[in-house]
T-cell receptor, first 121, second 115 residues
């Protein structure tokens, strides 16, 4: 069964709307989660690393104020696309990895959610 | 710096043919992990294999096999007797033991299996 649950799977909304995407770790406590973005026919690009209880680490070129990440618990990280515009339309996918201290963390495959297809009109 | 190169952007094969997807990586770490993921049209990422840098044994799983060669920094993936259901985008990825262990993805290879 799914180890990481991502919701919603698809969002269509008007320009200017803020959209929240949830990523839940179902099978383990995830101190670290990752958010990726994938434009059509392109690879997955890491946007940010979400750390439980602390600020997210954003990759170069990703606007912190535009993509708000909250990782308030060990099983939930959220990505909010604020005031979304058509250029934000993309496939967003999260992943989670068991913590290193669990013995399952290092080198274990990151478990991915099923992704959220965001379309801004 | 780390980098994953999948030189084949798109490949088409006829059903039952064998096909090899190439992956070349770069890393300065001595400990690292290599992955292959499958992304069908529905979009989800399906984990296929993980290999750590100290294990160069090739692996076979059904119709899938992987050839890891550190000497050439390659981790190639072969599908034997391809099927239409194998049609997808395949990503090779690298994770280093240091740092946050996030995945660095190649650009992917779109495989189309023609019936």
């Amino acid at each position: 069964g799914a180890v990481v649950s991502q919701h919603p799977s698809r969002v269509i909304c008007k320009s200017g709307t803020s959209v929240k995407i949830e990523c839940r770790s179902l099978d383990f406590q995830a101190t670290t989660m990752f958010w990726y973005r994938q434009f059509p026919k392109q690879s997955l690009m890491l946007m940010a690393t979400s750390n439980e209880g602390s600020k997210a680490t954003y990759e170069q070129g990703v606007e912190k104020d535009k993509f708000l990440i909250n990782h308030a618990s060990l099983t939930l990280s959220t990505l909010t696309v604020t005031s979304a515009h058509p250029e934000d339309s993309s496939f967003y996918i999260c992943s989670a990895r068991p913590p290193r201290w669990s013995g399952r963390g290092l080198g274990q495959p990151q478990h991915f959610g099923d992704g959220t297809r965001l379309s801004i009109l | 710096a780390q980098k994953v190169t999948q030189a084949q952007t798109e490949i088409s094969v006829v059903e039952k043919e064998d096909v090899t997807l190439d992956c070349v990586y770069e890393t300065r770490d001595t400990t690292y992990y290599l992955f292959w993921y499958k992304q069908p049209p529905s979009g989800e990422l399906v984990f296929l294999i993980r290999r750590n840098s100290f294990d160069e044994q090739n692996e076979i799983s059904g119709r899938y096999s992987w050839n890891f060669q550190k000497s050439t920094s390659s981790f190639n993936f072969t599908i034997t007797a391809s099927q239409v259901v194998d049609s997808a985008v395949y990503f090779c990825a690298l994770s280093e033991a240091t740092g946050a262990n996030n995945l660095f993805f190649g650009t992917g290879t779109r495989l189309t299996v023609i019936p």
